[in-house]
């Protein structure tokens, strides 16, 4: 009888909190006593590995008694140090943190995550109407709208509803940047404060990202700016990457393998151009957000990744 062929599993994290607890519970996050759970559910019943492990399996020259799997942490959030760290420590697993580098260096808020935060401040529907309205006073706003694709959409984000799916869909992709920033700037001064404060408690610091290499933890690339790639002209591309990546070696302890993570992840997201900038930037592999496995034939600047909220049953669904 023939051996199962083994898969890569990875399994993408962002918020990990004390939901109950924090001033904004309707982030849509992992809880951390269910990341705690999953950890120890995990490694009873596969070989949580290391990056370097990860790439020799994908070559063909690590053969596992069992499915691995890899964890990743998306956008260098302040509870991957202080909360996610120690649990990881404890197990002896490596993770995998991806960094916006501007977030950090700039003590910014991404446009993304202010867009996270207005709707676990407000309802849903308040907030799409405000801001609709000052949209609406702006060039090309309606033209942005229609433009999103319902389908499109939902695809990009799965564990939304459809509105939900569709807002996303509009900020992160269909709209021009300026006139979305400003809208969002806006109305995250009014509802919820400084940008600046909120950065200092919602990101990590230099020092904090260089404590998780000490522990043995390895920072990924996730772009200066948290834009989908496809969407930047070349020289747009070209500045974002090669800052993120100049940033993070200047700050940052030396690593054998950097890994990267495409913002928002899906195929739509990045191009076959910012994969070749990759490369050439010295980049290791790079992580999307296409649901689904990898095997050694797996191309590794596009692996896979499975969400956390999803994974325990889609792994058990693969026995």
Request: proline fraction near 3%; aromatic fraction near 10%; include cysteine.
């Amino acid at each position: 009888m023939s051996s199962p062929e083994r898969k890569l599993h990875v399994i993408m994290y962002h918020y990990v909190r004390d939901l109950g607890a924090s001033r904004y519970p309707k982030i849509k996050g992992m809880e951390l006593h269910e990341f705690r759970d999953q950890i120890a559910w995990l490694s009873a019943n596969y070989e949580l590995t290391s990056l370097a492990v990860a790439l020799e399996f994908l070559r063909g020259n690590y053969t596992a008694s069992k499915d691995i799997c890899l964890l990743t942490f998306d956008d260098g959030l302040k509870e991957h140090h202080s909360d996610v760290l120690p649990i990881l420590a404890k197990y002896k697993i490596q993770g995998l943190f991806g960094v916006i580098t501007s977030c950090v260096e700039d003590n910014i808020v991404a446009p993304v995550h202010m867009n996270h935060f207005l709707m676990a401040k407000l309802e849903f529907e308040t907030y799409r109407s405000a801001f609709m309205r000052l949209l609406n006073d702006s060039a090309g706003g309606l033209s942005a709208v229609e433009s999103v694709d319902s389908a499109v959409a939902q695809a990009s984000y799965p564990l939304d509803t459809l509105e939900v799916a569709k807002f996303k869909f509009l900020f992160n992709f269909a709209l021009d940047t300026a006139v979305r920033d400003q809208i969002t700037g806006n109305l995250f001064e009014v509802y919820i404060g400084d940008q600046g404060n909120f950065a200092e408690e919602l990101y990590m610091s230099w020092s904090e990202i260089r404590e998780l290499q000490q522990a043995g933890m390895l920072v990924a690339g996730h772009t200066h700016q948290h834009r989908p790639l496809s969407k930047l002209t070349s020289d747009e591309l070209s500045t974002d990457l090669r800052l993120s990546r100049g940033l993070l070696d200047t700050n940052l302890e030396r690593q054998i393998l950097w890994p990267f993570s495409y913002p928002y992840g899906k195929k739509n997201s990045y191009s076959a151009e910012a994969m070749g900038l990759l490369k050439q930037l010295g980049f290791a592999c790079a992580f999307n957000t296409e649901n689904g496995f990898n095997q050694p034939s797996s191309p590794i600047f596009e692996l896979q990744r499975i969400d956390c909220k999803d994974a325990i049953q889609q792994l058990q669904s693969l026995n």
